[in-house]
């Protein structure tokens, strides 16, 4: 099912999200940065199937997205004083965040850590809000970009995702990964929040 050109987040493609993600299903929805693949929590066999269409080797575990700080707790995550001044400067918005893990739900067991981020993106807080945390991997080949838009996407992909929601081009540009779960945080990935404003708000 492909809903094109999403500008306008409606209670239907809400739902249709919503009810297509919770029922196992891949979705590719729109991000504030790439797109992005995402399955429910805790659906082994629905993230099998996100490695399988990015031809991607099944050994490192996808990031979350969670629609707001309040949900950190229920996820277990370790929010040190540099990730909350993270969170607090750019979240929502283009940055992950890897914390450590205290008291997390059974489908996070065998983790040490989580990298989660709140995106800046209306139509996938919406959706967030209704089905809870969203594993969330950029829609892209094994080791390639991610192409800008879904057409491109599509074509790169090895199978189709279940729902599609297409919100026009988008930035080939990540978010920036920012690892906390360390004595002193360090970047691991440079993307749209450049690394000297990182710095600054560490300092």
Known sequence: MILRHVT???????AAARDSLLAGGVALVPTDTV????VA???PESAARIFAMKQRPAMRNLPIMVSGVDQLPSLGAVVTPDARK?????APGPITIAFGLSGAP????G???????IPKEEALLAILRETGPLLVT??????QETPETVA??????????????DGGPRRSVPSTLVNCNLPTPRIERVGQIPEDQIEKVLS
């Open 35 to 38: 797109y992005g693949l995402a």
């Open 106 to 109: 059974d489908w996070l067991a």
């Open 41 to 43: 929590a805790g659906r």
């Open 111 to 117: 983790r040490d850590e989580i990298a989660v981020r």
């Open 152 to 165: 491109d996407i599509l074509a790169q992909l090895t199978g189709e995702p279940d729902i599609v929601l």
């Open 8 to 14: 306008e987040v409606t209670p239907d493609i809400v």
């Open 86 to 90: 993270l969170l607090d400067a750019f």
């Open 138 to 143: 950029s829609a892209n080949a094994h080791q």
